[in-house]
């Protein structure tokens, strides 16, 4: 492998979230495995326990992209543990059944979940899975109030972020690529911006300066924890009355 070509790859953290059996991890599969074949995507309905990830490498407008996908769980159970692994996402896809409404109404929750974690400047893709294409059910969720809502969440968010819709047929695949390839080019186009990180390494606060005095504490403070863990004994109260000695007569010395 060219080393200039893997330095040059962006690696994405995505995450795919959405209520319990709106066809998450068929969705993530379709997209891995483009050649998946009719039974796989048609097999009985396995529940994701906790998080699952895969891994897909892409090229996006002359860029290498290394994408990792997080298929999260829809039950509630899960829900502590969804939400460690959604922090340092980059973007998300927010994924509900057109024939299932309450699943719909679920994405201003989860967008709200985005938002108490810092990431309401995150893109977000809400794609409407086709399940009246292949099941017996009728929609119950129109195209117009996909492309609504993601005007709305737009509107209000609190921070500038970009809201897109789409939807997919996991039977046939078709929609699939077409909604991870507009995630990404949403993610980059961000990332050009400089306003949001690949994994969203956090920024850390400098810890304040010390003066020299508290300096001097810091020191034999921490020397007397090495020497002398038991701060009952009477040779470690003597150390601290030397500690506090030393500290008086080294403010006097800066002042």
């Not at 129109?142 to 500038?160: D, V, Y």
């Not at 990180?197 to 020191?219: F, G, Y």
């Amino acid at each position: 492998v060219d080393e200039d070509e893997v330095d040059d790859t962006k690696v994405l953290k995505l995450i795919v979230l959405g209520d319990a059996a709106v066809g998450k991890t068929r969705f993530i599969e379709r997209f891995v495995d483009e050649e998946g074949t009719l039974d796989e995507c048609s097999c009985p309905y396995i529940p994701t326990l906790g998080v699952d990830f895969r891994i897909k490498k892409v090229r996006l407008k002359g860029t290498n992209v290394k994408l990792q996908i997080w298929d999260t769980s829809g039950q509630e159970r899960f829900r502590t543990i969804t939400q460690c692994y959604i922090r340092g996402g980059a973007g998300f896809v927010c994924m509900y059944d057109v024939t299932n409404r309450c699943s719909f109404d679920q994405i201003r929750h989860q967008r709200s979940l985005l938002e108490q974690d810092g990431l309401g400047c995150k893109p977000i893709v809400i794609v409407g899975i086709r399940h009246d294409k292949t099941t017996g059910r009728s929609r119950a969720v129109q195209a117009s109030e996909g492309h609504a809502l993601a005007r709305e969440l737009q509107m209000i968010s609190t921070a500038p972020c970009i809201v897109r819709y789409a939807e997919a047929n996991l039977l046939t695949g078709e929609g699939v690529s077409e909604a991870m390839a507009l995630l990404t080019k949403q993610v980059l186009l961000t990332l050009e911006g400089g306003s949001v990180q690949p994994l969203d390494i956090a920024r850390q606060t400098p810890p304040a300066r010390l003066s020299r005095a508290n300096k001097v504490a810091a020191a034999l403070s921490s020397a007397k924890r090495r020497l002398f863990p038991d701060k009952t004994d009477s040779l470690g109260e003597r150390f601290m009355t030397s500690v506090a000695m030393l500290h008086g007569k080294a403010r006097q010395a800066i002042l």
